[in-house]
């Protein structure tokens, strides 16, 4: 499923995208569609690369 939805969460830089996932999924918006049943089913794209679980939000603004 590609959604083009924009959905505004606050997080700390040293949280995980994994945290995050977990976050949405918990928290799932009702213009999204579908839930997907577990983190694995859903992916985050940011500045066109999908990002890792287990890499920080910090990390990834700096483009680490």
């Known amino acids: 499923m590609v959604n083009t939805e924009k959905c505004i969460r606050t997080f700390a830089p040293d949280d995980t995208v994994l945290h995050a996932k977990e976050a949405l999924i918990n928290d799932w918006p009702d213009n999204f569609g579908s839930k997907p049943p577990t983190t694995l089913n859903l992916r985050i794209l ?3 690369h999908f990002l890792e679980d287990s890499a920080t939000l910090r ?3 700096q483009g680490v």
């Open 46 to 48: 940011y500045l066109g």
């Open 59 to 61: 990390a990834q603004r």
